[in-house]
């Protein structure tokens, strides 16, 4: 059983930056990593990816402003969020492939204050 744990969110002012961090445990293969986001009263949606070879692609409302890498050997992936909006507030979670079996994150909250 693949398990994650997120760490980094928190309350940031408007332009500010924060680092998102997801260890995988239970794998020694991880293949595509995400983190998606959900807002009250909004679906969740797709924020970031990364293939297991490390090729990005990123939603439209943050290219420019965030960055999402992996570490294989840590089995880690991480968000670099930076000029943050009111908008980004969220709870991010952290999502992996593993062999076709797809896993979740217990979130973590990002709050941007204007």
């Known amino acids: 059983q693949v398990q994650l744990v997120e760490s980094g969110g928190g309350l940031v002012q408007a332009g500010g930056s924060l680092r998102l961090s997801c260890v995988a445990s239970?794998?020694?293969?991880?293949?595509?990593m995400a983190w998606h986001r959900q807002a009250p009263g909004k679906k969740r949606e797709l924020v970031a990816r990364?293939?297991?070879?490390?090729?990005?692609n990123y939603a439209d409302s943050v290219k420019e402003r965030f960055t999402i890498s992996r570490d294989n050997a840590k089995n880690t992936v991480y968000l670099q969020m930076n000029t943050l909006k009111p908008e980004d507030t969220a709870v991010y979670y952290c999502?992996?492939?593993?062999?076709?079996?797809?896993?979740w994150g217990q979130g973590t909250q990002v709050t941007v204050s204007s």
């Open positions: 999502n992996v492939v593993v062999w076709e079996h797809s896993y």
């Open positions: 239970g794998s020694s293969f991880i293949g595509a």
């Open positions: 990364i293939t297991a070879d490390g090729s990005p």
